[in-house]
């Protein structure tokens, strides 16, 4: 649920609806710019759509939105999605392919090169945590005991893809909460995310067209499904001091601190101080006093 609204704050910062503010570090943006518009158009447009129960409106919703932007480019309005100068590139510069080799003598020679490994590792370790129960919760990959099935065969996909990016000295390539929008519309085997590879393939080819569809075009997607994932609030028994405090604090600190790692980290952290004070400490598992401790050396490394 955490994450949903997590997504959520990012589609209403791409829209410009959110926006910095420096009294108050954030704020309604204007919503009279054309960008705004746009974003709020495609936001009840999808709305309406999966109203009407169409299983793909969340995809219908940002083609939409992509068309009126691109004709309200067309009409003078500054701002809009521009049609593409080209359908096809076969661009394949890569100037950081290999650039971590570089990287292993400056390893051994700086102590502080291991404290920063150690910090990417804890945040893309408990990102794709966070993104992998969020996403499995929506698709009822989640087993009677609460736990995620195949869970290893997640993770190792993740670790050889993340290795794999390093290599190619593109961004990390992990597991994106984004991957929620496939489940929005009805993804829930292996099939959607091969499928979603292959696209991706093709895209680099493509990538002029799909240039298109910017952050504004996206941002409705991102606030619908980050809707969908919030229902798993529900799930929470607020009634609970322990859980309800746990779970508060965990959502409340991914979106203020945009980090889900974070939120998983202060969520673990709270959960084990409000056990231990109302003398249920022995109810904790070992492996997450020990996460708990890990989670502190975090932040006093951070």
């Known amino acids: ?13 791409n829209a410009g609806i959110v926006v910095n503010n420096d009294a108050v570090l954030v704020g309604l943006g204007d919503l009279t710019s054309p960008t705004a518009l746009l974003a709020v158009f495609g936001i009840l447009v999808t709305f309406a759509l999966l109203a009407r129960k169409i299983s793909a409106g969340v995809f219908y919703g940002l083609v939409i939105t ?23 590139s076969f661009n394949f510069d890569m100037p950081t392919f290999g650039a971590f080799i570089g990287g292993f003598g400056e390893l051994f020679a700086s102590p502080s090169a291991i404290l920063i490994i150690f910090t990417f590792l804890f945040i893309d370790f408990f990102d794709t945590a966070g993104t992998l129960v969020a996403v499995a919760g929506k698709t009822n990959l989640i087993d009677e005991n609460g736990e995620l099935v195949d869970v290893d065969k997640a993770l190792m996909a993740d670790a050889v893809g993340t290795v794999a990016g390093a290599v190619f000295g593109t961004s990390t390539v992990t597991s994106y909460i984004e991957s929620a929008a496939g489940v929005g519309v009805g993804g829930r085997t292996g099939l959607t995310a091969v499928t979603t590879g292959l696209l991706f393939i093709l895209s680099i080819v493509f990538f002029p067209i799909l240039a298109v569809v910017n952050g504004t075009v996206t941002a409705p997607a991102l606030i619908v499904v980050g809707v969908l994932m919030a229902q798993q609030l529900g799930g929470i028994d607020w009634e609970d001091f322990i859980a309800a405090t746990s779970g508060f604090v965990a959502i409340i600190t991914m979106i203020l601190a945009y980090s889900i790692a974070d939120g998983i980290a202060t969520g673990f952290i709270t959960y084990g101080v409000v ?28």
């Open 275 to 302: 056990m231990a004070a109302s003398g249920k400490a022995k109810e904790v598992k070992p492996v997450i006093w020990v996460l708990i401790a890990i989670f502190i050396v975090h932040f006093i490394l951070k």
């Open 1 to 13: 649920a955490g994450i949903g609204f997590f997504i959520a704050f990012i589609g209403l910062q």
């Open 66 to 88: 992509a068309v009126v932007g691109i004709v309200a480019g067309l009409s003078g309005v500054e701002g809009m999605p521009a049609l593409p100068t080209a359908i096809v």
